[in-house]
């Protein structure tokens, strides 16, 4: 493309990707936001509003929205389909008609979670969950409409909004306090801490790099939910804080969890596109705005 700024829409705006996303888009020099829609202004799932997206020039569109709550997607495949699957597919149809780039966000759960080496872009995919499942779909059909779309897959995200970083810190708050129970945490499933601000600023570069097809993107590192927790509750200033290691099948939930969700990077990183290490990443959330250390006080 040439110099001129390039006009964004994001969709699912008001999600942890989204909201940073639209933010950064906001301070850019070189790319400008046309419009952020939340869930409650857009429904991916019309067609029309799909249209309506290009009632002014677009450039750039990127697909945050998107049915994450990987249980409530067990018991709800079709609206799981609806909004991971056929969604994505009419946006992405809907690029191709009016020349626009598709940058669409999918998940480590197209993987089976079986891997014992980060897994890359060319790895066999084999979704175990209705999550899974509904997202590779919503991938397949992106890529057969667009074949130049962006398709960035990441994993355990967190930011602005819930996110199991919140969730552990607030329960710690309680522990602390004596108001809560002591902190149990999976310590059996490996996975890609990633902070959605570094996210958000990945897809910016690979969409500057003219990227094309499937990209790992994840902070740099390995992590367990234990270990992750670990260092929030560290940085917060609590280290004396206990937290019990649990086994998967100690904390039973509707859709099952991959045992490693490790992604590699190597070929965002071909492009010049890195993010930094995982801890470095969550230091950087937890002394941040939208940080929940403001709720609970400042380290100490």
Request: proline content about 6%; charged content about 25%; overall charge positive.
């Amino acid at each position: 493309m040439s110099a001129a700024r390039r006009r964004w829409v994001v969709t699912g705006a008001n999600g942890q990707l989204g909201s940073c996303l639209a933010a950064r888009l906001r301070r850019s020099d070189r790319h400008e936001l046309v419009a952020a829609f939340g869930r409650d202004a857009l429904d991916v799932t019309d067609t029309a509003a799909i249209d309506r997206l290009f009632a002014a020039p677009v450039d750039v569109v990127a697909n945050a929205a998107a049915m994450t709550h990987v249980d409530r997607c067990e018991g709800e495949p079709a609206l799981a389909e609806a909004a991971n699957a056929v969604a994505p597919g009419r946006l992405a149809e809907a690029c191709r008609k009016a020349g626009a780039r598709l940058v669409h966000v999918s998940t480590d759960y197209v993987f089976d979670g079986t891997g014992t080496r980060p897994y890359r872009e060319t790895d066999p995919v084999a979704p175990r969950s209705v999550y899974g499942r509904t997202k590779l779909e919503g991938e397949r059909r992106v890529a057969a409409a667009l074949p130049d779309a962006i398709i960035a897959r990441t994993a355990w995200v967190f930011g602005p909004g819930r996110n199991f970083v919140r969730t552990i810190l607030t329960l710690a708050a309680r522990a602390v306090d004596g108001t809560g129970s002591p902190l149990r945490v999976v310590a059996d499933q490996k996975g890609s801490p990633t902070y959605a601000d570094d996210l958000a600023a990945a897809l910016v570069a690979l969409v500057e790099a003219e990227g094309t097809g499937i990209y790992h993107l994840v902070n740099a590192g390995i992590a367990t939910w234990w270990e992750l927790a670990r260092a929030a509750i560290d940085e917060w200033g609590h280290p004396e804080l206990a937290i019990q290691k649990l086994r998967t099948e100690e904390y039973p939930v509707p859709a099952p969890r991959p045992a490693w969700s490790v992604l590699d990077t190597s070929r965002a990183a071909s492009q010049g596109v890195r993010l930094r290490p995982w801890r470095e990443a969550l230091r950087s959330y937890l002394h941040s705005d939208a940080s929940p250390l403001r709720e609970l006080g400042a380290s100490r």
